[in-house]
């Protein structure tokens, strides 16, 4: 059945969201809130990003939500409902990891049967290779020498045509900068851990951190109309385009 991506976008909110209900009301309400909500999750499918039969490594992958999601398209796509105007979505075998064990519980309960995640801090685990790495809205949780050589860890797991995607906040946006800073800080302190120095950095710095390492990087603002300073980057390794570009 073909739908319109409204109405897909919809269905796709309520597939993801369901399996969160079998951990609890704030899990499934999280997990609605922030799908409905955060524009990146549609952007990410709108733009075929992720190759078929990809194996993603999402760092900072908090409940899963992101696994979730894909793991819903593809299941929707499969039962024949999906949007003529949008890309096939793809078959994904995805490793999740996050500090926070309540958070790694909370994906395993929704989607451990279908993902795997483990609580582990992106600075020490090892990254195994994979053919995509996620880190969405987690770097500037640690400082600028652990972001470095993360970024260098993330090159070593991906193959020569390997895919980087990355959301940062712009530390040259300004109002919209201070603004994204000030959510994150306040779901930070929601969820007991205090209020933690960030370590943002400009959009410029990003993409020469990422160019020093042989990525090409596309920016790709996802936010719809949230007043956000958050940018998508889209690192490739190798000289061909990736699917959907
Ligand atoms: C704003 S949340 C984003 C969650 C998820 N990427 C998403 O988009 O829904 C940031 C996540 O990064 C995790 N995080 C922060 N520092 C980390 C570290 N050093 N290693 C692994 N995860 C980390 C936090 O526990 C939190 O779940």
Known sequence: MTLSPETLRRRLIDHASEPYRA????????ARGKLGCDPVFVGLLQRGLFPDDARILD?????G?????????????????WSAQWPAPPRVAIRGIDLL???????HVAVGKRARFEAGDMRQMDFGQVDVVVIMDAAHYVDERCQDDILRRVRAALPPNGLFLTRVGDAGGGLRFQLSNWI??????????????????????WI????ALGFRVETAVMNGDLPLAN???????????GAGA
């Open 208 to 211: 020469q951190a990422l160019e």
């Open 184 to 205: 994150d800080r306040t779901v930070v302190l929601f969820r007991g851990m205090g209020w933690p120095r960030l370590h943002c950095r400009s959009l410029p710095d």
């Open 23 to 30: 951990v609890g009301r704030f899990a499934y309400h999280f």
């Open 59 to 63: 760092l900072g992958c908090g409940q």
């Open 231 to 241: 940018v998508m980057l889209i690192a490739r390794l190798g000289e061909q385009s």
């Open 65 to 81: 939500l992101l696994a979730a999601w894909l793991l819903a398209a593809r299941q929707l796509y499969d039962a024949g409902e």
């Open 101 to 107: 064990p309540i958070a790694v519980q909370r994906a």
